[in-house]
């Protein structure tokens, strides 16, 4: 059974950092990109960052470019995002993807708030 | 970047209802769409992928249609299990965008 579980999620001050984790087992890490989305409260699902096998290629929402950081350990089967600077509207339910085309296998998710 | 208009927002039906939830890309993004059910306090789940194909483990009754710019989800005889929101989703590449989402309400 795949299995993605997400932690770390919490509450964070504006313009402070946070890093979410996201341990995988069911399934061979290695061999897929993963992502993670996101919901804001009453909003609809947002992509955020995607890595590739290697870790070598990324890709990030455009609002988060240059404050997040998307990473994987292979050796753990595991993903991480490591969220800087950090503003309200970053604030919602994160989720771990895998991708196989599409995103086909996801976490429950974990909140995270951003207030003072 | 690749916008998704979904509609409708909401949608109201009964048990027993056949229901088409519609989605438009901006650009033609061939078949890579995919639609998923999300259920609260769950993650969402993948239902249609390559814009046609059913999930494994997806009841038949579910079903997707379309290519290029347009696309839709249909639903016949509504179960309990499926008022949830559903969403479509572009994979053609980066950015992934999901449209706004339909909320099936009973």
């Known amino acids: 059974e795949v299995l993605l579980v997400e932690s770390g999620g919490g509450l964070a001050q504006p313009g402070g950092s946070h890093r979410l984790s996201c341990e995988t087992s069911g399934f061979y890490f290695r061999r897929y990109w993963m992502s993670w989305v996101r919901q804001a409260p009453g909003k609809g699902l947002e992509w955020v960052a995607s890595?590739?096998?290697?870790?070598?290629?990324?890709y990030y929402l455009d609002s988060v470019n240059g404050r997040f950081t998307i990473s994987r350990d292979n050796a753990k089967n595991s993903v991480s995002l490591q969220m800087n600077s950090l503003r309200r509207e970053d604030r919602g339910v994160y989720y771990c993807?895998?991708?196989?085309?599409?995103?086909?296998?996801w976490g429950r998710g974990t909140p995270v708030t951003v207030s003072s | 970047d690749i916008h998704l208009t979904q509609s409708p927002s909401t949608l109201s039906a009964s048990v027993g209802d056949t229901v088409t939830i519609t989605c438009r890309a901006s650009q033609n993004i061939t078949n890579s769409l995919a639609w998923f059910q999300h259920k609260p306090g769950e993650g969402p789940s993948l239902v249609i992928y390559?814009?046609?194909s059913l999930e494994l483990g997806v009841p038949s009754r579910f079903s997707g249609s379309g290519s290029g710019t347009e696309f839709a989800l249909t639903i016949s005889s509504l179960q309990a299990d499926d008022f949830a929101t559903y969403y479509c989703q572009q994979y053609n590449g980066f950015p992934y965008t999901f449209g706004q989402g339909t909320q099936l309400d009973i």
């Open positions: 390559k814009a046609s």
């Open positions: 993807v895998r991708i196989s085309g599409t995103l086909d296998y």
């Open positions: 890595i590739n096998q290697d870790g070598n290629e990324k």
